[in-house]
């Protein structure tokens, strides 16, 4: 081998991940967590608004508003934006092992953010604006080229958000008690109108996704700091070796979740009808609820964190079992199932096509029952591919278009 052709092969890209190369809870998470996703998704898309949620619930529809505030909106994606960072040290790591040089790992990101920005364009404008892969691209960018390769000093700034997060979770009741004292007229649960799903045609909705989507993708781009603190994590490998992080991985299950859930009870009993809120203060108890559903993504990371060591010491071979490998199976195929969640909205939920919303007796429960439905069939599909040693669609896309024709 030529000295040229050394140099060449000493700063090549290696390929994509390999199966034995993944580790469990990653996977995990994502394939379960995609449930929740469809629980947001799916209740926006009915009532077409953010949060999805019917301001006017009778019966059972009261405890499922409760629930899905305490545990649902606003508190499953930050899971997937601590996985995102995760995913870039991850893939950052195995190219250095492979190529040795910096320069490899940071074209890779940037090639594979920068397409992950043009799926998210894509697919906000034609299917969903509440789209989340073009933000992920744009952060991916930014902390590629500013972040990746500090040192540990910096990095070590990132839980400090948490502590920031914290004490504003802290004070935001007490500004909720004073305001609430103020008097004023009782008010309406605050949401946001999707104007794309309450459309009469589809040419009116993709024009309304046209101006939706870039605003609310610049909006989550504030994601950097949870996707830092994934970043953080993957660099002490606490979910490749959660033995060595136990009593994090339990203090951040039980913590994380606990505030999150106590975060998102007042929005819960306020959308349900139990507990009255006057003008002035619901503004604040919306942003409650929003806050604190960072810390619920952070508890959600850490209990499948903890699952996958149980899970490791009671079976040789986790996902081999029929509903880990399942559920892996998703995981590995999470932007394939995200998309086809999105499809699965618009020909459930869109004016111009089946319209479950309007026709159903509950529109709450119409659109959990299409959420489980839906997840459900993509953790078959996913399962079924993964018997047969096929990549998402989606995922397939994506590696071809970040490594070439190479083996994927």
């Known amino acids: 081998m030529s000295v040229a052709s050394r140099a060449h092969s000493s700063h090549a890209a290696r390929g994509p991940v390999r199966g034995a190369e993944r580790a469990l809870a990653p996977d995990l998470a994502r394939g379960a967590m995609l449930l929740f996703i469809a629980l947001a998704n799916a209740a926006g898309a009915f009532f077409a608004s953010a949060p999805g949620v019917d301001t006017t619930p009778h019966g059972a529809e009261r405890a499922y508003n409760v629930f899905m505030f305490a545990f649902v ?6 899971m997937f934006a601590i996985m995102f960072g995760y995913g870039l040290v991850q893939l950052a790591r195995r190219q250095d092992a492979a190529a040795g040089d910096p320069r490899a790992a940071c074209s890779v990101l940037l090639r594979r953010n920068a397409w992950l920005l043009a799926f998210g364009a894509v697919h906000g404008v034609l299917l969903f604006a509440g789209d989340f892969l073009g933000g992920y691209g744009i952060i991916g960018i930014a902390f590629t080229l500013l972040l990746l390769r500090r040192s540990d000093r910096v990095h070590r700034l990132a839980p400090w958000y948490l502590a920031l997060v ?46 939706e989507w870039p605003v609310h993708t610049l ?12 970043a953080w994590a993957a660099r ?37 009808g ?14 409650l609820y929003e806050v604190s559903g960072t810390f619920g993504g952070v508890g959600y990371v850490a209990v499948f964190g903890l699952l996958s060591h149980a899970l490791g010491k009671a079976m040789a071979a986790p996902r081999e079992n029929v509903v880990v490998g399942a559920l892996t199976a998703l995981g590995q195929r999470s932007l394939s199932g995200y998309l086809f969640q999105s499809v699965a909205w618009a020909v459930l939920a869109w004016p111009f096509a089946l319209d ?26 996913a399962y079924a591919m ?15 278009l970040t490594y070439g024709r190479g083996p994927v």
């Open 274 to 287: 139990v507990y009255e809120v006057g003008s002035a203060a619901a503004p604040w108890v919306k942003l």
């Open 219 to 230: 909006t989550i781009t504030g994601l950097v700091f949870v996707v830092w603190i994934g």
């Open 166 to 211: 914290g004490v504003y979770v802290v004070v935001l009741p007490v500004v909720i008690a004073l305001t609430s004292g103020s008097g004023g007229p009782a008010a309406q649960v605050p949401t946001s109108p999707d104007g794309a799903f309450s459309r009469p045609d589809y040419l009116a909705s993709l024009l309304t996704r046209l101006h």
């Open 73 to 78: 909106h606003a508190r499953a994606y930050p």
């Open 356 to 381: 479950l919303a309007g026709s159903a007796t509950s529109p709450t429960f119409a659109a959990a029952g299409s959420a489980i439905a839906v997840w459900l069939v993509s953790v078959v599909a």
């Open 386 to 400: 993964q018997r047969r040693s096929r990549r998402g669609p989606a995922e397939l896309l994506l590696r071809r």
């Open 236 to 272: 002490k490998r606490i979910l490749e070796e959660p033995a060595r992080h136990l009593r994090l991985l339990r203090v951040a299950a039980v913590g994380g979740i606990g505030l999150a859930v106590a975060g998102g009870l007042p929005m819960g009993l306020f959308s349900a």
